[in-house]
């Protein structure tokens, strides 16, 4: 489907017209109208969007549970002679109270109803803590023993989210 504008440049409207000059070319009848081809795509500015949900990530003086930054160098573990790249890399931990939390907060209705039977229970020794909920893979290049250059994907080893579990 084909859509015309007229040459209105503040148009944000697309009309139809039936307005057309008629003419005779080689004992046929033609339309010709007066528009040019124009693709419309119309956008809400005030649509709503969905907004990315992004980890906690402590402060200074963390109070729940959060995902604190942690540079590893492999150099300073003694492993700067085997691994080639990354030289180091963020596998973050987490820290920070679960106590007191309620349902909306938690990571997962199990953890939810852990702290219910634990506000119930003020003996129980349970309790939920404050773990990694995401964790991503990272790559990494190595020497292996016959000193052949291996390129792997390790699973599960930087922390993107903490939540209490």
């Known amino acids: 489907m084909v859509l015309f504008n007229d040459d209105d440049p503040a148009s944000n409207h697309v009309t139809a017209t039936t307005t057309a000059r008629r ?13 040019r081809p124009f693709l419309a795509i119309a956008t809400d500015a005030n649509e709503q969007r969905r907004s ?3 980890a906690r ?3 200074d003086n963390p109070t729940y549970c959060c ?10 573990l003694g492993w700067g002679d085997w691994i080639i790249a990354p030289k180091g890399y963020y596998a973050n931990f987490c820290m920070g109270s679960c106590v007191g939390r ?4 938690y990571h997962n209705f199990h953890t939810h109803i852990i702290e219910e039977y634990r506000n119930r229970n003020p003996y129980a020794s349970i ?3 404050c773990a990694p909920t ?4 990272m790559s990494l290049i190595y020497f292996d023993t016959d000193l052949n250059i291996i390129k792997t994907d390790l699973p599960k080893m930087i922390v993107d ?4 579990t």
């Not at 003419?23 to 528009?35: A, D, K, M, S, T």
């Not at 995902?67 to 300073?76: D, G, H, I, T, W």
């Not at 989210?161 to 209490?164: K, L, N, P, R, V």
């Open 23 to 35: 003419i005779r070319h080689g004992g046929h009848e033609h339309q010709l109208l007066n528009l």
């Open 52 to 54: 990315r949900r992004h």
């Open 102 to 105: 309620r349902g909306f907060s």
């Open 134 to 137: 995401r964790l991503s893979s």
């Open 57 to 59: 990530t402590c402060g």
């Open 127 to 129: 309790h939920p803590c």
């Open 67 to 76: 995902r604190q930054n942690l540079y590893v160098n492999f150099k300073e």
């Open 161 to 164: 989210e903490c939540g209490c």
